[in-house]
């Protein structure tokens, strides 16, 4: 099975072919230039490394979010601007989920932060003891709220994340069992998206989507909403 992941979640975007559960080729970008104008080329030629065209791609994988919502937003469109001329299978993969990827199997709880802002994080927590298996579902708070939840943990805990620093800084003093991940795991990777999707095919986890299908998933409004909504209910 040949498989595509992207990744525009966040700052940074990625590209990733997997063939089989190999990685073949992995492109990533973090110039500062919009995601608009750098992902189709990235796609492009993370398929042209790899040797293989679109149309070689059994499944092309999302991560849908949460995150920058400008960023998934052109995430999901560029797979479903791909997907639905040729007829491709799609799968959404949670942004928090590829995020914790790299740390299964370490023994720790994993918990995948993302700074959402305003003193709050996107985020998920994941026992690594034996696998990456999920703990909670996305969700979007502060990052005191997240401590209460951490505090009767009883067993390390690693922030993994753009938001990992941040809370890390606020509840070291009151958590010791908390560290970071290392800053060179600490980011999503189209590999990572692929991997997960190429997994979840394996042992019947994967929710196969049509292009039409495939949403952004934002965990909450966005500011333009939320003020909006602020200002409908004065």
Partial sequence: MKILGVDSSATAASAAVLCDGKVLSLSFSNTGLTHSQTLLPMI????????????????LAISNGPGSFTGVRIGVAAVKGIAQPLDKKCAAISTLEVIAKPLENTGC????????????VYTARFD????????????????????E?????NKPIVLIGDG????????????????????????????????LAYEKSENGSLEILGAND???????????????KKKNNN
């Fill in 44 to 59: 492009e030629s993370t398929l042209k490394i790899a040797g293989v065209s679109v149309n070689d791609i059994d499944l």
């Fill in 109 to 120: 709880c994993a918990v995948a932060v993302m700074d959402a802002r305003c003193n709050q």
């Fill in 128 to 147: 690594c003891t034996d696998g990456l298996n999920r703990m909670t579902p996305d969700e979007a708070i502060t990052i005191d709220e997240l401590y």
């Fill in 149 to 153: 939840k951490l505090k009767d943990v």
């Fill in 164 to 195: 990992a620093r941040v809370t890390y800084n606020k509840i070291t003093d009151k958590l010791k069992c908390v560290s970071m991940a290392p800053a060179s795991i600490c980011y999503q990777s189209a590999a990572d998206v692929a991997l």
């Fill in 214 to 228: 495939v949403l952004p998933n934002y965990l909450r409004l966005s500011q333009a909403e939320r003020e909006l």
